[in-house]
C-alpha cells in the first residue's frame, strides 16, 4: 500500500477504513463538509490512504476529497492526469469473471470509460447527435410528453414530485434515445436501463457483488443481460433498415469517423446508449424536483416566474425562439443547480503521479472533487446557501467556478439537452400547477452518484392559483443545511 500524504481522519485499526467509507456513503456532502473544515480543501478519506470508493484498478492508493475552481480546473483540463472509468466503478473490474458478468464490459461505459485521444474520437462521433439544431428538433417530444405527464396529475392530491419528475424524463430519454415513448412497444430497453440504475447505486451492490440468488448484484446481471439481448436486437434493427428515425441511436448508428471511416462498434453503442440514458434521466430529474421545492420555499421568486411565463407564453408551452425570451426562468434553473447539483461529484483516478495542493497523489489514487462546495465559495457568491436566482442579472463566472455539468473537454456532452428540457418542463407544470410543500415536512438528502431527496419528495398540487405563500416554511431535514430556508 503506497502511503497517502495528504492529511485525513487517522482510521482506527482492522475496521477503521469501512467506518470511514460507511460514513461517507451515509452522507457524503455532511461528512465531507466536516473533513473539509478541519483539514483544508484537499482531504484524504483516510490518513495513508487503503480506501477504494471508485477505482476499478487492482492498485488503489486511497480516496482525497478537494474542492474550488483552481483545483476543478486542474482535474477537469489535465486529461492525460486525471482518468474517468465507467459509471459501474469497481465493479468494472469484475467483468472478466463470467459470462454472466460480461455486460459490465460495456454498460455504463461510453464516454466514461475511454480517455485521451480515444475520448476525443468517440465525442467526436457524438457531437453531431446533440448539436444545437438536433437538440432543438426534441422540442416537439419535450412538449407532448410533458402535456402527457401533466394530464395524468390529480390536482388537489399529494403526490411524490421525485417519482413523477424520473417517469416524465424518463419518457423523454426513452423517446429521444429509441425513438419510443415507455408504455409503447419497444420500451423494454428504458424499463430495463431504470432498473439496473436503481440497483447501481444501492450501496449493497457495491458492497456485497455475489453472482448468488438473493443478492442485489446477482439480479443486475440478470438485467443487463436481458438488456445487452434486448437492445442489440434493436441496434441490429435499425442498421438493417438504415434509416434516421430521429433519434440519438440512429444518429450513434450512422455516426462515421471523419478520418478513418470508423463506425462505433455493437459493444460500444451499447456502452454510449447506457450512459446517455442512465446520466440523461435521473440529473433531469432531480434538477426539476429541486427547483419546484425551492420556488415552493420562495413565493416572491415563483410569483415574478409565473409573470414572466404568463407574459411571454400565455398559458401555451414555449417555442424554441421563446425560451430565449425567459430569462427569469433560466437564471432560477441556474441557480437551483448552484445550491442543490443534481450530480454532487466529479470523480477521477490518477493516472501517474502528480501534484495537487502541494501533496504528491500517487498513481491510481481516487480524486472526488466537490462540485457542492465549490458552488458555495462565498467569495464567489455572496450568502451562498441563500437561493438567489437575481445574482445571475450581474455576476459573470468560468467553468470552473460553476460546473453543474463539469468542465473542460469531459463536460456533459448533453448539457444544451438537459437546459433546454428543464425549461420547456417548468413552463408547462408551472402554468398548470402550484407545488406545495407538506406541513412540518421532513426533507434529508442522499448524495452519492447524484444529490437526490431520500424517499421521494411529496408535494400537495395544485391548479395554478398564485396562492404561493401555502406551504411556506416549517420545512424540517438535513436538507436544511444545504440551503436556507425559512
Same mark, same amino acid.
Given at each position: 500500500?503506497? @502511503?497517502?500524504?495528504?492529511? $485525513?481522519?487517522?482510521?482506527?485499526?482492522?475496521? #477503521?477504513?469501512?467506518?470511514?467509507?460507511?460514513?461517507?456513503?451515509?452522507?457524503?456532502?455532511?461528512?465531507?463538509?466536516?473533513?473539509?473544515?478541519?483539514?483544508?480543501?484537499?482531504?484524504?478519506?483516510?490518513? $495513508?490512504?487503503?480506501?477504494?470508493?471508485?477505482?476499478?484498478?487492482?492498485?488503489?492508493?486511497?480516496?482525497?476529497?478537494?474542492? *474550488?475552481?483552481?483545483?476543478?480546473?486542474?482535474?477537469?483540463?489535465?486529461?492525460?492526469?486525471?482518468?474517468?472509468?465507467?459509471?459501474?466503478? *469497481?465493479?468494472?473490474?469484475? =467483468?472478466?469473471?463470467?459470462?454472466?458478468?460480461?455486460?459490465?464490459?460495456? !454498460? %455504463?461505459?461510453?464516454?466514461? $470509460?475511454?480517455?485521451?485521444?480515444?475520448?476525443?474520437?468517440?465525442?467526436?462521433?457524438?457531437?453531431?447527435?446533440?448539436?444545437?439544431?438536433?437538440?432543438?428538433?426534441?422540442?416537439?417530444?419535450?412538449?407532448?410528453?410533458?402535456?402527457?405527464?401533466?394530464?395524468?396529475?390529480?390536482?388537489?392530491?399529494?403526490?411524490?414530485?421525485?417519482?413523477?419528475?424520473?417517469?416524465?424524463?424518463?419518457?423523454?430519454?426513452?423517446?429521444?434515445? !429509441?425513438?419510443?415513448?415507455?408504455?409503447?412497444?419497444?420500451?423494454?430497453?428504458?424499463?430495463?436501463?431504470?432498473?439496473?440504475?436503481?440497483?447501481?447505486?444501492?450501496?449493497?451492490?457495491?458492497?456485497?457483488?455475489?453472482?448468488?440468488?438473493? !443478492?442485489? !448484484?446477482?439480479?443486475?446481471?440478470?438485467?443487463?443481460?436481458?438488456?445487452?439481448?434486448?437492445? =442489440? /436486437?434493436?441496434?441490429?434493427?435499425?442498421?438493417?433498415?438504415?434509416?434516421?428515425? %430521429?433519434? &440519438?441511436?440512429?444518429?450513434?448508428?450512422?455516426?462515421?469517423?471523419?478520418?478513418? *471511416?470508423?463506425?462505433?462498434?455493437?459493444?460500444?453503442?451499447? *456502452?454510449?446508449?447506457?450512459?446517455?440514458?442512465?446520466?440523461?434521466?435521473?440529473?433531469?430529474?432531480?434538477?426539476?424536483?429541486?427547483?419546484?421545492?425551492?420556488?415552493?420555499?420562495?413565493?416572491?421568486?415563483?410569483?415574478?416566474?409565473?409573470?414572466?411565463?404568463?407574459?411571454?407564453?400565455?398559458?401555451?408551452?414555449?417555442?424554441?425562439?421563446?425560451?430565449?425570451?425567459?430569462?427569469?426562468?433560466?437564471?432560477?434553473?441556474?441557480?437551483?443547480?448552484? &445550491?442543490?447539483?443534481?450530480?454532487?461529484?466529479?470523480?477521477?483516478?490518477?493516472?501517474?503521479?502528480?501534484?495537487?495542493?502541494?501533496?504528491?497523489?500517487?498513481? #491510481?489514487?481516487?480524486?472526488?472533487?466537490?462540485?457542492?462546495?465549490?458552488?458555495?465559495?462565498?467569495?464567489?457568491?455572496?450568502?451562498?446557501?441563500?437561493? @438567489?436566482?437575481?445574482?445571475? /442579472?450581474?455576476?459573470?463566472?468560468?467553468?470552473?467556478?460553476?460546473?453543474?455539468?463539469?468542465?473542460?473537454?469531459?463536460?456533459?456532452?448533453?448539457?444544451?439537452?438537459?437546459?433546454?428540457?428543464?425549461?420547456?418542463?417548468?413552463?408547462?407544470?408551472?402554468?398548470?400547477? =402550484?407545488?406545495?410543500?407538506?406541513?412540518?415536512?421532513?426533507?434529508?438528502?442522499?448524495?452519492?452518484?447524484?444529490?437526490?431527496?431520500?424517499?421521494?419528495?411529496?408535494?400537495?398540487?395544485?391548479?395554478?392559483?398564485?396562492?404561493?405563500?401555502?406551504?411556506?416554511?416549517? &420545512?424540517? $431535514?438535513?436538507?436544511?443545511?444545504?440551503?436556507?430556508?425559512?
Amino acid at each position: 500500500m503506497t @502511503n497517502l500524504p495528504v492529511p $485525513g481522519p487517522r482510521p482506527l485499526p482492522l475496521i #477503521g477504513r469501512n467506518i470511514l467509507v460507511s460514513k461517507f456513503v451515509k452522507d457524503s456532502l455532511g461528512f465531507t463538509s466536516q473533513l473539509f473544515q478541519k483539514y483544508g480543501n484537499l482531504v484524504s478519506l483516510a490518513r $495513508g490512504g487503503g480506501t477504494n470508493l471508485y477505482s476499478p484498478l487492482p492498485n488503489c492508493p486511497g480516496t482525497v476529497f478537494t474542492y *474550488g475552481s483552481e483545483n476543478v480546473q486542474k482535474v477537469t483540463t489535465q486529461h492525460e492526469v486525471y482518468y474517468k472509468y465507467p459509471l459501474t466503478g *469497481g465493479l468494472y473490474s469484475r =467483468r472478466d469473471e463470467s459470462s454472466r458478468t460480461e455486460p459490465l464490459k460495456h !454498460f %455504463g461505459v461510453g464516454l466514461f $470509460g475511454v480517455n485521451n485521444n480515444e475520448h476525443r474520437r468517440h465525442r467526436q462521433l457524438l457531437m453531431p447527435a446533440f448539436h444545437q439544431k438536433r437538440i432543438e428538433s426534441y422540442r416537439d417530444t419535450f412538449v407532448e410528453i410533458t402535456e402527457s405527464a401533466s394530464q395524468e396529475i390529480e390536482v388537489n392530491q399529494v403526490t411524490n414530485i421525485a417519482k413523477l419528475m424520473r417517469i416524465l424524463t424518463l419518457r423523454i430519454a426513452s423517446k429521444t434515445l !429509441f425513438g419510443v415513448d415507455i408504455g409503447e412497444k419497444g420500451s423494454k430497453s428504458a424499463a430495463l436501463l431504470q432498473k439496473i440504475g436503481i440497483l447501481l447505486s444501492n450501496p449493497t451492490t457495491m458492497v456485497l457483488p455475489f453472482d448468488l440468488p438473493g !443478492f442485489s !448484484f446477482h439480479r443486475m446481471m440478470t438485467l443487463m443481460a436481458e438488456l445487452d439481448e434486448d437492445m =442489440r /436486437e434493436i441496434i441490429r434493427s435499425r442498421q438493417a433498415s438504415e434509416i434516421d428515425t %430521429g433519434d &440519438v441511436l440512429s444518429m450513434l448508428i450512422k455516426a462515421r469517423d471523419a478520418e478513418t *471511416g470508423m463506425t462505433l462498434s455493437e459493444d460500444e453503442l451499447l *456502452g454510449h446508449v447506457s450512459v446517455i440514458f442512465a446520466a440523461g434521466h435521473e440529473t433531469s430529474a432531480n434538477a426539476l424536483t429541486w427547483t419546484l421545492f425551492l420556488l415552493s420555499q420562495h413565493p416572491e421568486i415563483a410569483a415574478d416566474l409565473l409573470d414572466e411565463l404568463d407574459t411571454v407564453l400565455k398559458g401555451k408551452a414555449p417555442t424554441v425562439e421563446q425560451l430565449q425570451q425567459l430569462p427569469l426562468l433560466e437564471r432560477v434553473i441556474k441557480e437551483s443547480m448552484r &445550491v442543490l447539483p443534481p450530480v454532487p461529484w466529479n470523480a477521477r483516478v490518477t493516472s501517474q503521479p502528480t501534484v495537487l495542493e502541494g501533496y504528491e497523489l500517487p498513481t #491510481g489514487t481516487e480524486v472526488w472533487v466537490s462540485i457542492y462546495h465549490t458552488h458555495k465559495n462565498p467569495e464567489i457568491y455572496p450568502e451562498p446557501l441563500r437561493f @438567489n436566482p437575481r445574482r445571475w /442579472e450581474t455576476l459573470e463566472v468560468d467553468n470552473f467556478q460553476y460546473n453543474p455539468f463539469s468542465a473542460g473537454s469531459r463536460k456533459c456532452i448533453g448539457a444544451g439537452f438537459a437546459m433546454m428540457e428543464i425549461k420547456i418542463v417548468l413552463a408547462i407544470l408551472l402554468q398548470k400547477f =402550484r407545488f406545495q410543500c407538506l406541513p412540518q415536512q421532513i426533507i434529508n438528502r442522499s448524495a452519492l452518484i447524484v444529490l437526490a431527496a431520500k424517499g421521494g419528495l411529496p408535494m400537495l398540487v395544485s391548479q395554478q392559483d398564485r396562492d404561493f405563500h401555502q406551504g411556506v416554511g416549517g &420545512v424540517k $431535514g438535513n436538507i436544511k443545511e444545504l440551503v436556507e430556508l425559512q
